[in-house]
């Protein structure tokens, strides 16, 4: 399944998780330093929320 | 003519004012959760200083909104399966908490089969609300909708998983499940229910992109309440005439939706959701006594024996050499997912085991992340790009320093980078470069976790995957149980042997 991490396309295992996205973009780090995590609609979601084929995700 | 138009208007007009229903606005409210996960008590969410979350401070809020109008309580699944608290008693303290809230419905969310179809089917069973899946065939007691009277208003509240489920558990879990697509479920439900219900809505666990698409798709939606993508929607999304909700994660926001029905169609709706802190003197006793209840009983669970080491446990020198409890740990992987070698980070392994009685605790803290197993096929030579990886920072004590069972090799750390490890031996024959093998590792290393690439070059390549009699078939990934932590298929594994005696095999060789 791909997504993209502040639009570089990432590949992943269906069924993995938004925390996977960002361990294989490199910026689960960034969360530790207060950073959060939104869809494509500026919705804030979790480390845990599922994605979905094609899914941009922003870490800011 | 004039006057004619005149009297049809009047007789129109004097029809409708005998019609109270229709003549009167309707106030409900909807108030919703979704992914609970068991997060019964408040936490620093990863990355926050600040605690949130806490059912008793939910449930407290949630009563003095549900006393202000007539209210329907819904949950968008994957309630009972995640934290300790609810994994312990396998989401029987999930439920208890439920029926105290008195919820009115939920729908089954992936995560609701990591326990297998039998623990759901009791947790159903205890359940005094009904449990939703109209899109889910061969699990009979799934109700597909169920209708509420609410202040006059019928509501009609249809229950939607994800597809993907299959994916996301063990194949056994779904075993002779069939998990149909969204959008048809959807069309024949509401096609049936709309003459009989005022109100429609979805109760979903597919995620808010999906919900989006669906209110795109089918006709006749009013509300989805969504669940599934952990989604924080804080003001109600509007796509064509369907409002669309999802109240974030881990009970830290209430979703509130109100709105305003009149002659069976909603014509003002606000929603909002109210974040969750612990605050003192603000909790709701009642389920404050159960979430005491249940954490007594995982302190009881923790302290569980699951069996005897007759040897010391080696987990601190897991970062730069072969230890004993890291050849436990792999080999646990390796048999669990049926793969030819398993490889790990060190990092995974947190603390050591003292000989003796072995408690669930002591496993706990040995792997204390939520990692799962997950099994991919790699050839020969990316089997040698992760090794040499991970032999390639051991002087700093990286955590990627591998863990391995089902092979062996040697290498020399002076050598030059890419050119460290040699003599790999997969049951005990040299590693063919060509050949592919199935690789048992954990979710983190399988995303690219600690600089392993070689993980996802093979994800990448994997294509499309399907799902074939409810297992996932990638060409590259065979196995991936996200529903059981590696920590519990260990101290499974541990209960099934009763003894353990694992040992420093030679599996990894320094050389000089």
């Known amino acids: 399944m791909k997504v993209y991490v502040n639009d570089t396309p990432v590949n992943i295992l269906p069924g993995m998780t938004v925390k996977h996205a960002l361990i294989h973009a490199g910026l689960l780090k960034d969360i530790e330093s207060s950073k959060k995590v939104y869809d494509e609609w500026g919705n804030e979601i979790g480390l845990d929320g599922a994605l979905s084929e094609g899914l941009k995700i922003y870490v800011k | ?512």
């Open chain 2, 1 to 512: 003519m004039k006057n004619l138009n005149s009297v049809i208007c009047f007789i129109f007009l004097f029809i409708l004012s005998l019609s109270p229903v229709h003549a009167e606005q309707c106030e409900i409210r909807i108030l919703h959760i979704n992914d609970f996960h068991g997060f019964a008590e408040p936490y620093n969410p990863f990355g926050s200083d600040e605690m949130l979350g806490g059912i008793a401070y939910l449930t407290a809020r949630m009563n003095a909104l549900l006393n202000e109008k007539p209210s329907l309580l819904l949950s968008a699944g994957d309630m009972i399966q995640g934290n300790n608290w609810a994994n312990l008693s396998q989401g029987e303290s999930v439920i208890e908490l439920m029926n105290t809230m008195k919820f009115d419905a939920m729908v089954v969310g992936n995560h609701e089969f990591d326990f297998g179809q039998d623990v759901l089917k009791k947790r159903i069973s205890e359940a005094k609300f009904p449990v939703l899946g109209a899109n889910v065939e061969g699990l009979d007691m799934l109700e597909p909708f169920m209708i509420k009277d609410i202040n006059g208003i019928k509501v009609a509240v249809i229950g939607i998983v994800t597809e993907d489920t299959p994916v996301s558990t063990h194949p056994r879990n779904v075993s002779g499940l069939k998990f149909f697509s969204s959008e048809s479920t959807a069309k024949k439900y509401v096609t049936e229910l709309k003459n009989k219900a005022d109100i429609i809505i979805i109760l979903s666990h597919i995620g808010h992109h999906a919900d989006r698409i669906l209110a795109e798709r089918v006709r006749g939606i009013d509300v989805i309440v969504g669940g599934h993508s952990h989604t924080k929607v804080e003001k109600p999304v509007r796509v064509g005439n369907t409002i669309i909700v999802q109240a974030w994660e881990h009970a830290k926001a209430l979703g509130v939706l109100d709105l305003t029905v009149k002659d069976g169609k909603i014509t003002k709706f606000n929603g909002y959701l109210e974040e969750i802190k612990p605050e003192t003197g603000k909790e709701d006793n009642v389920v404050l006594a159960i979430v005491e209840k249940y954490k007594q009983k995982v302190d009881a669970v923790l302290n569980e024996k699951v069996g005897d080491a007759d040897v010391d446990l080696d987990g601190e020198n897991v970062r730069r050499k072969e230890t004993n409890l890291g050849n436990l740990i792999t080999d646990v992987m390796r048999y669990a997912s049926g793969a030819d070698i398993a490889i790990i980070n060190g990092g995974t392994i947190r603390t050591s085991i003292k000989k003796g009685e072995v408690k669930v605790k002591n496993v706990y803290s040995v792997l204390p992340f939520d990692n799962y197993i997950v099994a991919i096929k790699l050839t020969g030579k990316q089997i040698k790009k992760a090794l040499e990886h991970g032999v390639s920072a051991i002087e700093e004590g990286a955590g990627r320093f591998p863990q391995v069972s089902g092979l062996s090799f040697k290498y020399k750390r002076s050598a030059k980078t890419g050119e460290k490890v040699n003599e790999i031996l997969i049951a005990n024959k040299p590693i063919d470069p060509d050949k592919e093998y199935i690789v048992a590792t954990n979710d983190f290393l399988a995303a690219g976790g600690d600089g392993y690439e070689a993980f996802g070059e093979a994800i990448k390549a994997s294509g499309d995957f399907s799902i074939i009699g409810g297992v996932m078939k990638g060409e590259k990934v065979v196995y991936s149980d996200s529903g059981r932590w590696l920590r519990d298929v260990v101290i499974e594994y541990i209960k099934e042997k009763k003894r353990i005696d694992p040992t420093v095999e030679g599996r990894i060789t320094e050389i000089q």
